[in-house]
């Protein structure tokens, strides 16, 4: 069905394609139809010119539901990567994009924007087939986000304010904030195109050039994007995008010395790959967008029915895979059992089943490794003795399904309260009191969000300037809007992504100093 | 005498830039010998100072190194022993950082109101002033750079700098943010907390200042690594800043080398931060240090070779003083210096003249001699290495002018040296030289002055020489630069940022952009009942 409607769409855009795509490109796109090879399409659609790879080779994407094929998609590697930076380099150096207005920037993201809703339903199809997630979910939250994030940062682009500076001496002092040039941006597969939102947004609306690696898992959304972005007005070379894995096409980026700017979004370990290989080669500054384990802290006046519904909310949300999730559950031993019992409850409500059945809350995991891997940590819970209250199975024997898991009686020490499961496996810990939970939620690596549930105005205050974390929800989580910047502390990461903050990522600062003649005043 | 002068020079206020005292020293060069006197081979002046301070400073604590270790910090009019300072380690390194870290997460410090730190800024800085002279002595000592370059120029610029972050502290603004639903949102600005700092030896105290005044204006902690070739200015000034108040543990000082104090520090764990300023190469080995152990943000301050760029309408006398300045300033021993002269074929022919002329007259000796310009390289290691960049320069064909040899028999002088008909591609018009040696290339039309200004790794500073508004325009905002200075070079005011674009640098000290590299931003959604608006 999705397919059908998808090989439509895909001959309806490349009728409206730019001018630089060649018939040989339409007529390999016109052909590809999902459960087919879209490895033609998917690469030269975005690349400034559509090449034939020398090589030819692809990659299996699957269906999480099934492990089955989805598509062939062209397999980026060091040489493709080579030939998308020198396309974003010439448009960057050459190209008119730099060159054209700010208001002409931002009208292609507007216009974009309304191509994105435009296309939502094929949009949502595709990422939830391609990652395993509710359709339902792509379509009410996911999409509208992604473009209300082109909205917010299409006006962005003529806001780009530099400074004047007061200076000691007879001296014109101004900044200028340029667009640092060529952007290189790994995104994950967790939020396939939320992750695309907030790495393109904000490097466009600056003037910036763009190749972006998708994940190897979920390589179908964004070359669908793209193919819009480019509907949309965006000139050829702008963004380009190379589907492949992170050792070869990932690296070759990271690494690159043609490349201004590196953004990353992933685990810690692979980040912290990534900042090496940027420090050894031309020490492109770089954002990092990391894992985490956050404290989602339940306080005995906080509204015990909300709480659990948001807590359930923070860790199953996206089968678990967020890198937000609240996944250590803290709660005070007051409301302990009251708050375990109903969690349970909830969990055990939850509805998993195929991701394009209506009322689905959650889908399969995104791949074999990570299902085992979750497993594996389900296990490591049982055997270091917390309380498996509900789950702990993966469901059917086919795709990667997993029940909805929850352990009591978790304590600081166990493997599951440490690290970073990325599945559907709540924890809930127990705490006494304030100072307590503090140090507890602080130790750790990590310090990317944090959930505060409670109804005192000190407490709040107390937690909100605690907790080293780059976000703090009280009352609340899971609030993405656009204009709130998210990062982390610690090793969750560099920078921080949405908001006004975002801008600075991808802005080099630019001090010019003009001496005065006899000048008025100072 | 030379203090009794500085301070006249202080009192007065009036040189509130690097250049404007610069162009009184060559006034007062008056056309003497080449090179000036023959001061480097007589006796060297006994400096206005004691040395009181060469241990560790740790939690408020002068205290020996761990291992008991020291290193002999030299000399450079001589290469004779100063002083032998302890040498800090990894050890070191761990009890300075648990001083911070105890600092930062019990102490007083991030818990005072921004108001009060911003008055023990305010004190330290009226400390110094008062002090300014044994200071800079103990600057132009370790150095070798002109006392009264460190007197006029530096030490009123360091103070300059710590009142105008203590004018900070107590401006640091979150934000409130519009909501798409009922949620109120608000970003705070919270101090990282502890900050490691590497600082070089080209301007141990004004590199202080830019570390030190935005960290300590934040709230944050620090442990702070200086230059085996410099420790002991700030040792004396840390003094200072816990008799202005600074409680115990926020400002802790590692004397060591890089390999031993600085990697442990890049890899601590426990330090949420690090800013580094130095070469290239090194900045490189920190920034891999920090990603392979915890990840911290790193600012890197590092080298350039930045273009000077002189166009035929240009004031070309003005330009030759300001080339001369842009290059020779602190024996060249500037990460911004002007180091490729970058002049109009129209004017090429004059300029060289006069840059030439210019050089001779270069007063060069004892740095503590009234009316010297120009004092020793820091250590034999430069100064070798800076003798091969001009056996270079004259093996690859470029015309040497002038200049070119060791000044004197006795520590590391070396005569200013002028290079004409540099070429693109010989190492000396593409390496940081980090000395006094001026190289100058001819250009054509600015296109053509643009694509090779940009040919380089770096991209610290430029200097653009035009009476023309179009052409300024165009040059400003084509060369791949963190600064640009028109008609003018070596700005420095506190306000105005500084930092690289491409391998000169992460991020930017001075200026309201400095604060970011010492704050994280923390994103506070409180959900709303019943909003009156949203």
Same mark, same amino acid.
């Not at chain 1, 302990?336 to 399969?364: H, M, S, T, W």
């Given at each position: 069905?999705?397919?059908?409607?998808?090989?439509?769409?895909?001959?309806?855009?490349?009728?409206?394609?730019?001018?630089?795509?060649?018939?040989?490109?339409?007529?390999?796109?016109?052909?590809?139809?999902?459960?087919?090879?879209?490895?033609?399409?998917?690469?030269?659609?975005?690349?400034?010119?559509?090449?034939?790879?020398?090589?030819?080779?692809?990659?299996?994407?699957?269906?999480?539901?099934?492990?089955?094929?989805?598509?062939?998609?062209?397999?980026?590697?060091?040489?493709?990567?080579?030939?998308?930076?020198?396309?974003?380099?010439?448009?960057?150096?050459?190209?008119?994009?730099?060159?054209?207005?700010?208001?002409?920037?931002?009208?292609?993201?507007?216009?974009?924007?309304?191509?994105?809703?435009?296309?939502?339903?094929?949009?949502?199809?595709?990422?939830?087939?391609?990652?395993?997630?509710?359709?339902?979910?792509?379509?009410?939250?996911?999409?509208?986000?992604?473009?209300?994030?082109?909205?917010?940062?299409?006006?962005?682009?003529?806001?780009?304010?530099?400074?004047?500076?007061?200076?000691?001496?007879?001296?014109?002092?101004?900044?200028?904030?340029?667009?640092?040039?060529?952007?290189?941006?790994?995104?994950?597969?967790?939020?396939?195109?939320?992750?695309?939102?907030?790495?393109?947004?904000?490097?466009?609306?600056?003037?910036?050039?763009?190749?972006?690696?998708?994940?190897?898992?979920?390589?179908?959304?964004?070359?669908?994007?793209?193919?819009?972005?480019?509907?949309?007005?965006?000139?050829?070379?702008?963004?380009?995008?190379?589907?492949?894995?992170?050792?070869?096409?990932?690296?070759?980026?990271?690494?690159?010395?043609?490349?201004?700017?590196?953004?990353?979004?992933?685990?810690?370990?692979?980040?912290?790959?990534?900042?090496?290989?940027?420090?050894?080669?031309?020490?492109?500054?770089?954002?990092?967008?990391?894992?985490?384990?956050?404290?989602?802290?339940?306080?005995?006046?906080?509204?015990?029915?909300?709480?659990?519904?948001?807590?359930?909310?923070?860790?199953?949300?996206?089968?678990?895979?967020?890198?937000?999730?609240?996944?250590?559950?803290?709660?005070?031993?007051?409301?302990?059992?009251?708050?375990?019992?109903?969690?349970?409850?909830?969990?055990?409500?939850?509805?998993?089943?195929?991701?394009?059945?209506?009322?689905?809350?959650?889908?399969?995991?995104?791949?074999?490794?990570?299902?085992?891997?979750?497993?594996?940590?389900?296990?490591?819970?049982?055997?270091?003795?917390?309380?498996?209250?509900?789950?702990?199975?993966?469901?059917?024997?086919?795709?990667?399904?997993?029940?909805?898991?929850?352990?009591?009686?978790?304590?600081?020490?166990?493997?599951?309260?440490?690290?970073?499961?990325?599945?559907?496996?709540?924890?809930?810990?127990?705490?006494?009191?304030?100072?307590?939970?503090?140090?507890?939620?602080?130790?750790?690596?990590?310090?990317?969000?944090?959930?505060?549930?409670?109804?005192?105005?000190?407490?709040?205050?107390?937690?909100?300037?605690?907790?080293?974390?780059?976000?703090?929800?009280?009352?609340?989580?899971?609030?993405?809007?656009?204009?709130?910047?998210?990062?982390?502390?610690?090793?969750?990461?560099?920078?921080?992504?949405?908001?006004?903050?975002?801008?600075?990522?991808?802005?080099?600062?630019?001090?010019?100093?003009?001496?005065?003649?006899?000048?008025?005043?100072? | 005498?030379?203090?009794?002068?500085?301070?006249?020079?202080?009192?007065?206020?009036?040189?509130?830039?690097?250049?404007?005292?610069?162009?009184?020293?060559?006034?007062?060069?008056?056309?003497?010998?080449?090179?000036?006197?023959?001061?480097?081979?007589?006796?060297?002046?006994?400096?206005?100072?004691?040395?009181?301070?060469?241990?560790?400073? *740790?939690? &408020?604590?002068?205290?020996? /190194?761990?291992?008991?270790?020291?290193?002999? %910090? #030299?000399?450079?009019?001589? !290469?004779?022993?100063?002083?032998?300072?302890?040498?800090?380690?990894?050890?070191?390194?761990?009890?300075?950082?648990?001083?911070?870290?105890?600092?930062?997460?019990?102490?007083?410090?991030?818990?005072?109101?921004?108001?009060?730190?911003?008055?023990?800024?305010?004190?330290?800085?009226?400390?110094?002033?008062?002090?300014?002279?044994?200071?800079?002595?103990?600057?132009?000592?370790?150095?070798?750079?002109?006392?009264?370059?460190?007197?006029?120029?530096?030490?009123?610029?360091?103070?300059?700098?710590?009142?105008?972050?203590?004018?900070?502290?107590?401006? *640091?603004? &979150?934000?409130?943010?519009? /909501?798409?639903?009922?949620?109120?949102?608000? %970003? #705070?600005?919270?101090?990282? !907390?502890?900050?490691?700092?590497?600082?070089?030896?080209?301007?141990?105290?004004?590199?202080?200042?830019?570390?030190?005044?935005?960290?300590?204006?934040?709230?944050?902690?620090?442990?702070?690594?200086?230059?085996?070739?410099?420790?002991?200015?700030?040792?004396?000034?840390?003094?200072?800043?816990?008799?202005?108040?600074?409680?115990?543990?926020?400002?802790?000082?590692?004397?060591?080398?890089?390999?031993?104090?600085?990697?442990?520090?890049?890899?601590?764990?426990?330090?949420?931060?690090?800013?580094?300023?130095?070469?290239?190469?090194?900045?490189?080995?920190?920034? &891999?240090?920090?990603?392979?152990?915890?990840?911290?943000?790193?600012?890197?301050? #590092?080298?350039?070779?930045?273009?000077?760029?002189?166009?035929?309408?240009?004031?070309?006398?003005?330009?030759?003083?300001?080339?001369?300045?842009?290059?020779?300033?602190?024996?060249?021993?500037?990460?911004?210096?002007?180091?490729?002269?970058?002049?109009?074929?129209?004017?090429?022919?004059?300029?060289?003249?006069?840059?030439?002329?210019?050089?001779?007259?270069?007063?060069?000796?004892?740095?503590?001699?009234?009316?010297?310009?120009?004092?020793?390289?820091?250590?034999?290691?430069?100064?070798?290495?800076?003798?091969?960049?001009?056996?270079?320069?004259?093996?690859?064909?470029?015309?040497?002018?002038?200049?070119?040899?060791?000044?004197?028999?006795?520590?590391?002088?070396?005569?200013?040296?002028?290079?004409?008909?540099?070429?693109?591609?010989?190492?000396?018009?593409?390496?940081?030289?980090?000395?006094?040696?001026?190289?100058?290339?001819?250009?054509?039309?600015?296109?053509?002055?643009?694509?090779?200004?940009?040919?380089?790794?770096?991209?610290?500073?430029?200097?653009?020489?035009?009476?023309?508004?179009?052409?300024?325009?165009?040059?400003?905002?084509?060369?791949?630069?963190?600064?640009?200075?028109?008609?003018?070079?070596?700005?420095?005011?506190?306000?105005?940022?500084?930092?690289?674009?491409?391998?000169?640098?992460?991020?930017?000290?001075?200026?309201?952009?400095?604060?970011?590299?010492?704050?994280?931003?923390?994103?506070?959604?409180?959900?709303?009942?019943?909003?009156?608006?949203?």
């Amino acid at each position: 069905m999705a397919a059908r409607r998808f090989s439509g769409v895909i001959s309806r855009s490349l009728s409206l394609s730019l001018r630089p795509l060649s018939s040989s490109l339409i007529s390999q796109g016109n052909r590809c139809s999902l459960g087919r090879e879209v490895e033609r399409f998917s690469t030269a659609a975005a690349l400034e010119e559509p090449i034939t790879p020398p090589v030819r080779k692809t990659f299996p994407t699957l269906d999480p539901r099934t492990g089955e094929v989805i598509a062939n998609v062209a397999e980026g590697d060091a040489e493709d990567i080579d030939r998308a930076v020198a396309a974003a380099r010439r448009a960057f150096d050459e190209g008119p994009w730099p060159k054209m207005t700010a208001y002409e920037r931002s009208r292609i993201l507007l216009r974009f924007a309304d191509l994105l809703d435009k296309h939502s339903d094929d949009l949502a199809a595709l990422e939830a087939w391609n990652s395993g997630k509710p359709y339902e979910q792509a379509l009410k939250i996911e999409l509208p986000t992604v473009s209300r994030l082109f909205r917010y940062y299409a006006g962005w682009a003529d806001k780009i304010h530099g400074l004047t500076v007061p200076a000691d001496g007879p001296y014109h002092v101004q900044t200028l904030h340029e667009p640092i040039g060529v952007a290189g941006q790994i995104v994950p597969w967790n939020f396939p195109l939320l992750m695309f939102a907030w790495k393109v947004g904000p490097a466009l609306a600056t003037g910036n050039t763009i190749v972006l690696k998708a994940a190897e898992q979920t390589p179908l959304t964004a070359v669908y994007a793209a193919k819009l972005l480019h509907e949309a007005g965006l000139p050829p070379g702008v963004l380009n995008i190379v589907s492949g894995y992170g050792p070869t096409a990932g690296a070759a980026l990271a690494s690159h010395m043609d490349v201004d700017k590196i953004a990353f979004t992933g685990s810690t370990d692979t980040g912290k790959i990534v900042q090496e290989l940027a420090a050894k080669s031309n020490l492109k500054p770089v954002t990092l967008e990391l894992g985490g384990k956050s404290p989602f802290i339940v306080c005995e006046d906080a509204n015990i029915d909300r709480a659990v519904e948001l807590a359930h909310f923070a860790l199953f949300f996206n089968q678990g895979q967020c890198c937000a999730a609240g996944s250590r559950t803290f709660v005070h031993e007051r409301v302990y059992d009251e708050f375990v019992e109903k969690a349970k409850a909830r969990a055990l409500r939850r509805k998993v089943g195929d991701p394009f059945q209506k009322g689905i809350e959650q889908g399969p995991q995104i791949d074999s490794e990570q299902c085992e891997k979750i497993l594996r940590y389900i296990k490591s819970g049982i055997e270091s003795n917390a309380t498996l209250e509900c789950g702990g199975d993966r469901i059917g024997s086919k795709g990667y399904y997993i029940q909805p898991t929850v352990f009591s009686n978790v304590k600081d020490d166990m493997l599951i309260a440490q690290d970073e499961i990325f599945g559907p496996v709540q924890t809930i810990l127990k705490f006494k009191d304030v100072d307590e939970v503090i140090k507890r939620a602080n130790m750790t690596r990590y310090g990317l969000a944090s959930g505060v549930f409670t109804k005192n105005i000190d407490t709040a205050n107390k937690l909100t300037r605690g907790l080293r974390a780059g976000t703090v929800w009280v009352n609340c989580f899971d609030v993405f809007d656009a204009a709130i910047p998210f990062g982390g502390y610690k090793m969750s990461g560099i920078g921080r992504e949405k908001g006004i903050y975002s801008l600075h990522n991808y802005l080099q600062v630019k001090a010019v100093v003009t001496a005065l003649e006899n000048p008025a005043w100072l | 005498m030379a203090a009794r002068r500085m301070s006249s020079l202080l009192s007065s206020s009036t040189t509130s830039t690097l250049l404007r005292s610069l162009g009184n020293y060559a006034g007062r060069g008056n056309g003497t010998s080449r090179f000036s006197t023959a001061a480097a081979l007589e006796e060297p002046i006994t400096p206005p100072v004691t040395i009181e301070h060469t241990k560790l400073l *740790i939690n &408020g604590q002068f205290v020996d /190194a761990a291992s008991g270790k020291t290193f002999p %910090t #030299l000399d450079p009019r001589t !290469g004779q022993l100063i002083a032998n300072v302890a040498e800090g380690d990894i050890e070191d390194v761990n009890r300075a950082v648990a001083a911070a870290r105890k600092a930062f997460d019990e102490g007083p410090w991030p818990r005072m109101t921004a108001y009060e730190r911003s008055k023990i800024l305010l004190r330290f800085a009226d400390l110094v002033e008062k002090n300014a002279d044994e200071i800079a002595a103990l600057e132009a000592w370790d150095n070798g750079k002109p006392y009264e370059q460190a007197t006029s120029d530096e030490i009123p610029l360091f103070i300059r700098l710590f009142r105008y972050y203590a004018g900070w502290a107590d401006k *640091i603004h &979150g934000l409130t943010i519009q /909501a798409d639903g009922p949620h109120h949102v608000q %970003t #705070l600005h919270e101090p990282i !907390g502890v900050a490691g700092q590497i600082i070089p030896w080209n301007f141990p105290l004004l590199m202080f200042s830019w570390k030190v005044g935005p960290a300590l204006a934040c709230g944050n902690t620090i442990v702070l690594k200086t230059a085996e070739q410099t420790p002991l200015s700030a040792l004396y000034v840390a003094r200072l800043f816990h008799e202005a108040g600074l409680p115990p543990g926020v400002l802790n000082i590692v004397s060591g080398y890089g390999p031993s104090a600085g990697a442990a520090l890049a890899s601590h764990m426990d330090v949420d931060k690090l800013a580094f300023t130095g070469s290239t190469q090194t900045g490189k080995i920190v920034l &891999g240090l920090a990603a392979k152990s915890n990840l911290k943000p790193v600012t890197l301050e #590092l080298g350039g070779k930045s273009p000077f760029i002189v166009c035929e309408d240009a004031n070309v006398d003005e330009a030759v003083d300001l080339a001369h300045a842009a290059l020779f300033y602190n024996q060249g021993q500037c990460c911004c210096a002007g180091s490729r002269t970058f002049v109009h074929e129209r004017v090429y022919d004059e300029f060289v003249e006069k840059a030439k002329a210019r050089a001779l007259k270069r007063v060069v000796g004892d740095p503590f001699r009234k009316g010297v310009e120009q004092g020793p390289q820091v250590d034999s290691e430069q100064f070798d290495k800076i003798l091969k960049y001009i056996k270079s320069g004259v093996d690859s064909g470029a015309t040497l002018e002038t200049g070119g040899q060791r000044f004197g028999s006795n520590g590391y002088y070396v005569q200013p040296t002028v290079f004409s008909n540099v070429q693109d591609d010989m190492l000396i018009a593409k390496d940081e030289i980090f000395g006094p040696v001026q190289t100058i290339l001819k250009f054509k039309d600015i296109n053509e002055v643009i694509r090779r200004s940009n040919a380089t790794q770096f991209g610290l500073a430029a200097g653009v020489f035009t009476q023309n508004l179009d052409t300024a325009n165009t040059l400003t905002r084509a060369l791949k630069a963190g600064t640009v200075w028109v008609n003018c070079f070596d700005v420095f005011d506190a306000a105005i940022p500084f930092g690289g674009y491409k391998m000169s640098g992460h991020g930017r000290e001075k200026g309201i952009y400095s604060l970011n590299n010492y704050l994280q931003v923390k994103a506070v959604v409180t959900h709303l009942k019943n909003p009156a608006w949203l």
